[in-house]
């Protein structure tokens, strides 16, 4: 007997049409209760099956990983929430950018601009570009969802460091996750958008400017399993599972509200269920916490249910102006069976 059948339906409905690729993943009470792959890697001669452990572009998923790195520095003293970052980027010491903290960064309100047009900063080295460009808001005045603030969160860690944001997701979360595939590793990986800059993008990274920083970057270019992002989002849904891995405060704090936003209110790296209109749809608790990535992946964990589901797909493959089905949208759909198949 199947015991998710709205889950199935919703993600086989959807096959061939909002994507071609898909894994979904749902874990209760840190126990795999549901992991099933739907489709191919593209829709042409090259096309592969997908597995339970394919990896995908994790997109801005990414942001939670660099958000997880830099919450671990907070816990060994490397950094300090509340301290101004100019200390570790002398480029801030002086101006508007000298008050912006680390909690700024991770709560996305640095007053950061969100980013830059790709065409436009071609010739430009994308980091230098970030550290330099001003701010549209006083820090801490309100929510700008910021690619360049996790940019600049990446340079700090890297210098804090002296480590290679590379090598440090590497040493830090193991697994299949990583950032820049190897050639031989790109054929089984779920093609995304095709443009006219790049062709038919597969196994590197979709974000633009991800790929002008050479696929290493805070806020994208991790490619990973939906078991890479389950076993981080529990060290926060399940810390006392996990005793060790963040200190009970801080994942306190990461899960909790930091800034205020009638959309989507923020935590550290997360996003907070703010309305029934957010991506988690109508049933997961108000507390829930969770972030969706541009390519069609997705992961949002409930505290209360203990409950957490991994959506990862290559939604972009038909083009990001691709027209949508009629009534909610695919992660919500998901999100909603699956707590209604799990009469939660």
């Not at 958008?193 to 970057?217: I, P």
């Not at 290559?314 to 027209?323: K, L, Q, S």
């Amino acid at each position: 007997m199947n015991a998710f059948p709205r889950v199935e339906e919703a993600l086989e409905s959807a096959c061939g049409i909002e994507f071609t690729a898909a894994v979904a993943r749902i874990e209760h009470r840190g126990t795999l209760v549901f992991e099933r792959a739907y489709g191919i890697t593209r829709y042409d001669a090259m096309a592969k099956p997908v597995y339970c452990d394919t990896r995908f572009d994790l997109a801005s998923l990414t942001k939670l990983f660099v958000a997880t790195l830099a919450l671990r520095l907070v816990a060994d003293g490397t950094f300090v929430l509340d301290e101004p970052l100019w200390r570790i980027l002398p480029e801030w010491k002086n101006g508007e950018r000298a008050a912006v903290t680390m909690r700024m960064l991770l709560a996305h309100n640095s007053g950061m601009n969100s980013g830059a047009d790709y065409r436009t900063i071609l010739d430009e080295n994308v980091e230098r570009f970030a550290l330099r460009s001003e701010l549209l808001a006083r820090p801490g005045e309100r929510v700008i969802y910021s690619d360049l603030g996790f940019i600049v969160l990446g340079v700090a860690i890297e210098r804090a460091t002296g480590v290679s944001l590379s090598a440090l997701a590497h040493r830090t979360f193991g697994g299949s996750l990583g950032f820049r595939p190897r050639f031989s590793e790109r054929a089984a990986m779920p093609a995304t958008e095709e443009d006219a800059w790049r062709g038919r993008v597969a196994g590197f990274v979709h974000d633009e400017k991800a790929y002008l920083m050479g696929g290493v970057a805070g806020h994208a270019g991790l490619f990973g399993t939906a078991a890479d992002v389950a076993a981080m989002t529990e060290s926060y849904l399940g810390p006392q599972r996990y005793e060790g891995r963040l200190p009970l405060q801080l994942v306190r704090e990461a899960t909790q509200e930091q800034a205020a936003d009638p959309v989507l209110r923020r935590g550290l790296g997360w996003a907070l269920k703010t309305s029934n209109d957010n991506s988690c749809g109508r049933w997961m608790d108000p507390s829930s916490f969770g972030h969706t990535g541009f390519v069609g992946t997705c992961v949002w964990a409930d505290p209360v249910r203990d409950l957490q589901g991994v959506l990862l797909t290559n939604a972009v493959y038909f083009g990001r102006d691709a027209t949508p089905s009629p009534g909610p949208g695919l992660r919500v759909r998901f999100y909603e069976a699956m707590v209604e198949d799990l009469r939660l």
